[in-house]
């Protein structure tokens, strides 16, 4: 496999205990070969100073203890690391996820919106987004919640303008060219299509989340019978929030 290799990476300021290093300016899957390569080179680099490490679709937060190490070192040693880096060609490998999910306007409400927004039918905007077999880019905003891409761009919609105030749990929802499933239930403004049975988040699981960053998922469209079967929520989104879509 060969990945394509980063532009010049830019270190940038995030505070007086942290580096942003942005390796690339658009969303790849190959970016991940890379991400996940300088993670593993400053969890040596940095040892006991290191205090986080935040990847994203195309950036790494490098967080570090100011007491153990200055910012000007913590630079040197980012940019020593950066200038011998190799792909770690494994992230790319991760697991393969079939998640079970019903799309319904009473589950997923924004479905109508997002077909007229898409010039699509209803049906099409399923068949869209369960057409694509995404990859997990970062997890974040709540334990368990992955973030994945890459949407068609034919459903690329804007997030709301008012978020809801509550997501039920295991929400299916896109917004710009991402995806994800909400792994509790919380604020959030992505547009709502449906629902999964699967269980996101669990204390009882090893690591909790049942996604990682470079797994791969797919979402398998179920009859309702089918979801109630396997678990699934059938509750009816309660949307008391205005839904127009972000201007």
């Known amino acids: 496999m060969s990945v394509n290799a980063p532009p010049l ?8 205990d942290g580096w942003m290093v942005r390796l690339f300016e658009r969303i790849d899957e190959d970016n991940l070969a890379w991400i996940s390569a300088l993670s593993r080179e400053c969890e040596s680099a940095f040892g006991a100073a290191l205090i986080d490490l935040v990847p994203s679709y195309t950036t790494l937060l490098v967080v570090f203890d100011p007491l153990q190490l200055t910012p000007q070192a913590a630079r040197q040693r980012l940019s020593e690391r950066l200038h011998q880096l190799q ?6 490998a991760g697991e393969v996820h079939e998640l079970p999910a019903w799309y319904d306007t009473s589950v997923g409400p924004d479905l109508a919106r997002v077909a007229a927004h898409a ?9 869209c987004h369960a057409s694509v077999t995404y990859r997990v880019f970062a997890l974040g905003f709540a334990p368990g919640f992955a973030f994945m891409g890459l949407l068609d761009e034919k459903l690329d919609v804007p997030r709301l303008d008012t978020p809801r ?22 604020p959030g403004g992505w547009n709502l ?22 797994d791969r998922v797919r979402f398998v469209p179920v009859e309702r019978d089918t979801f ?20």
């Open 165 to 186: 105030q509550r997501v039920p749990v295991n929400s299916v929802a896109i917004a710009g060219r991402q995806t994800a499933a909400y792994p509790t239930a919380t």
């Open 87 to 92: 792909p770690d060609e494994a992230a790319l």
């Open 228 to 247: 109630v079967n396997e678990g699934g929520d059938t509750t009816p989104v309660n949307d008391t929030t205005t839904t127009r879509e972000a201007s």
């Open 193 to 214: 299509l449906g629902r999964t049975a699967a269980k996101l988040f669990d204390r009882e699981r090893e690591g909790f989340s049942l996604l990682n960053v470079g």
């Open 119 to 127: 010039g699509l039918s209803v049906e099409q905007v399923i068949e």
């Open 9 to 16: 990476p830019r270190i940038e300021a995030a505070g007086l």
